[in-house]
């Protein structure tokens, strides 16, 4: 059932929706993939999994902005009018409920999964002799000698670490008529949550913290213990550094991450089974508020649930996987280089493959008439083959440059360790720009060839990183036009040589015009619409929370502009009000893959302005980040990329349309239409056109010469 966002009652219906509960919407949604019956259960489970892996960084970033924000007595109101004590009840009241149908899932699919041989077991009692003796030698062997229990007291404080799993163990006074004792068990990284048990027909997964329940005497020395219960905390991590106490980037992020591992607990999720002497034992030794104790009836952490949904041996109860396929743009058996100064070419990932990227930097780094390599990196996979193609091409002589983000929240220390792998290869490493985290996407590529100098450049709407690009829906293009070479070369020297950007060719790049670009285009639509001409806009982004786009949005409306957005997540905008949005229709798409490339198209009197980007319709990306928005010119990359955004609109099966009250209602269809799912649309045309390519391309004779390896 969907549930209408909460927030004040106006006598006139507001013209936004809050931030915080638009994005519990937007988990709500993912969530309601969870419990649809119509997907495999272990698709179901990943959903749920998901959900809960988004609320623990919900709470660690937007609830723990809004608590810092009350603690501060700060009342600045968000764009509905609410305070930050307001919209701190109102999310409270939210995720409780949230939460609650998040365990009334679990239980059901752990009931259905139980019923095809995969068991969530709820009690070591309903193992055979034989599963429990097995269990009991894995605890010995891989579990016991990992665990070193915390006696709590005042005079030896325990901080536990955030949203790591810990056991709360409160023991017997020592001596007759004292005080009970509390300890803590932390489970470490180490630990396994789950673990496998043997079963005749399937498999049982048992959470860790029922064998270190069953064993807890052991770690006691004989001591009585009263009970064991497990727990987590949630950690404040809106936490950000302060640039003018900290000269030394990579040294304040360091202390800044050591910071963030002793901020205030503003969440203790604990096993609904523990008594209310201990829950109040452990509540005041963390210092959390009553209305910040979460009891749940199930396994804490769900995120973890997320490899189970990979189990081995429950193929049937997942979907097929779509596999990537090799863009019919790009040949892979020659150079890359070659084929980008023949046309632009435009990736769709994950339904293309990602190699032609990776094969990019590898490619630049051993061809030796590259002089140069400069690019951004925001995130990263953590076993990068861009990292090493970017470590070879240093250690080969080439000038690289890399702009590595040390403050994208919480891969920091991944960027620190890969910033300092570079440095010690010879690149030139900039940890990001002062004020503004580097959020564009992009990588240049300086060749020398027969005619001269040649830029090739690779935009993208998605990060660099290997892992997310087989989950992320995203779109890169590959282009040496001249105007996009130079506008690379500009940004690059802005950025890297703490200068005022000149004014750029082709590309928009915020924090200086990719606001001014946007609003210019939506006025000149509006404009349109006034003398009667026909005027469309379309826009596909993540969210879209700014109220100077929103307001442009709503006198583009007024005009007549038809407007169509697609928003996967936060969207503030109210769409369908009488005389405010009615020409405006809002929906969200929650699919198998993340939904994540930025695409802008406007009508402009037939002569349509297309764009990608890095950036959403947020204040952070257009006024606090940098960021590039990206003109698609070439005829062939326009026609593809309009295709693909139309299809987006056309969903009927995993879309939501939002409505006037905050609801989000799935799209429904006429008796006369078949569902259309655009994510697979999108994976079948790749399909077909990369068998197409494979079948109508030439075969060439190519003969073997000595110490000449064939290519792969």
């Not at 369908?576 to 229709?585: A, P, R």
Request: aromatic residues 6%; glycine residues 6%.
């Amino acid at each position: 059932m969907r549930r209408p966002v909460f927030m004040n009652k106006p006598t006139l219906i507001p013209r936004f929706f809050n931030r915080e509960t638009s994005w519990l919407a937007f988990n709500q949604r993912v969530l309601d993939e969870g419990a649809n019956p119509h997907l495999p259960l272990l698709e179901r489970l990943k959903f749920l999994a998901i959900t809960a892996s988004n609320l623990d960084e919900f709470f660690m970033v937007r609830v723990g902005g809004l608590k810092l924000l009350v603690a501060g007595q700060i009342r600045r109101r968000d764009l509905t009018g609410l305070t930050p004590h307001q919209q701190l009840e109102q999310v409270t009241q939210r995720v409780r409920q949230m939460v609650s149908e998040q365990y009334a899932l679990y239980r059901t699919l752990a009931s259905e999964l139980a019923a095809q041989g995969l068991h969530l077991s709820e009690s070591l009692a309903a193992l055979s002799t034989e599963q429990r003796a097995w269990v009991a030698r894995e605890f010995d062997e891989r579990i016991f000698p990992l665990l070193s229990p915390v006696a709590l007291a005042d005079e030896h404080p325990y901080r536990p670490s955030g949203l790591l799993l810990h056991c709360a163990v409160r023991l017997a006074p020592a001596q007759e008529g004292g005080e009970p004792r509390l300890a803590l068990v932390p489970l470490g990284p180490l630990v396994p949550r789950f673990l496998r048990v043997p079963h005749p027909t399937g498999a049982v997964y048992v959470p860790v913290e029922q064998l270190v329940a069953q064993q807890i005497g052991r770690f006691f020395g004989g001591g009585k213990v009263l009970e064991c219960v497990p727990f987590r905390v949630t950690r404040n991590a809106d936490i950000e550094l302060r640039e003018d106490l900290s000269p030394d980037l990579l040294a304040g992020m360091q202390e800044l991450l050591d910071d963030r591992r002793d901020t205030a607990c503003i969440r203790l999720e604990i096993h609904r089974s523990a008594s209310r002497l201990l829950v109040n034992a452990l509540a005041a030794h963390l210092r959390v508020d009553r209305a910040d104790i979460y009891p749940v009836d199930g396994p804490l952490e769900l995120r973890a649930l997320l490899p189970l949904a990979q189990a081995e041996g429950f193929d049937a109860l997942r979907d097929a996987p779509w596999i990537p396929v090799p863009s019919p743009a790009v040949n892979i058996k020659e150079p890359l280089f070659p084929q980008i100064a023949e046309r632009d070419i435009l990736l769709v990932h994950p339904y293309e493959a990602f190699d032609p990227v990776i094969r990019f930097l590898e490619e630049a780094s051993d061809d030796p008439s590259v002089l140069a390599i400069k690019q951004v990196l925001y995130r990263t996979a953590p076993d990068s083959a861009i990292i090493e193609a970017l470590i070879r091409a240093a250690q080969a002589g080439k000038h690289v440059t890399v702009l590595i983000e040390l403050r994208a929240r919480f891969d920091e220390a991944r960027n620190i360790g890969q910033a300092r792998r570079l440095e010690q290869a010879g690149a030139q490493v900039i940890y990001g720009v002062r004020g503004l985290k580097t959020h564009a996407k992009i990588c240049l590529v300086v060749r020398r060839e027969r005619q001269g100098i040649v830029r090739y450049v690779h935009f993208g709407t998605g990060n660099y990183n290997e892992r997310t690009a087989l989950l992320y829906s995203d779109v890169g293009l590959f282009t040496c036009a001249p105007d996009f070479g130079a506008d690379a070369s500009d940004f690059f020297n802005a950025v890297t040589g703490s200068s005022q950007p000149q004014a750029l060719r082709r590309l928009d790049m915020a924090p200086f015009t990719i606001r001014t670009a946007l609003l210019r285009q939506i006025t000149d639509e509006t404009v349109r619409a006034k003398n009667r001409e026909k005027a469309q806009i379309m826009l596909k982004m993540n969210a879209l929370t700014d109220e100077a786009l929103i307001e442009a949005l709503y006198a583009a409306s007024r005009a007549g502009v038809k407007v169509r957005l697609n928003i996967r997540g936060t969207c503030c905008l109210r769409p369908g009000v009488k005389g405010l949005s009615e020409n405006i229709e809002v929906v969200s798409i929650i699919d198998r893959f993340l939904e994540h490339a930025r695409i802008f198209r406007f009508h402009n009197g037939g002569h349509e302005r297309l764009f990608i980007s890095s950036a959403d319709g947020m204040p952070r990306n257009l006024d606090k980040r940098v960021e590039l928005m990206v003109p698609i010119l070439c005829p062939t990359a326009r026609s593809r990329l309009q295709k693909i955004l139309k299809t987006y609109f056309k969903d009927t099966a995993q879309a939501h349309r939002l409505l006037p009250d905050g609801t989000y209602r799935r799209c429904s269809l006429s008796e006369k239409e078949s569902p259309c799912r655009s994510q697979r649309v999108l994976f079948d045309e790749a399909q077909v056109a990369s068998k197409l390519f494979e079948q109508t391309k030439p075969t060439r004779l190519e003969p073997y010469r000595r110490n000449q390896p064939p290519r792969s």
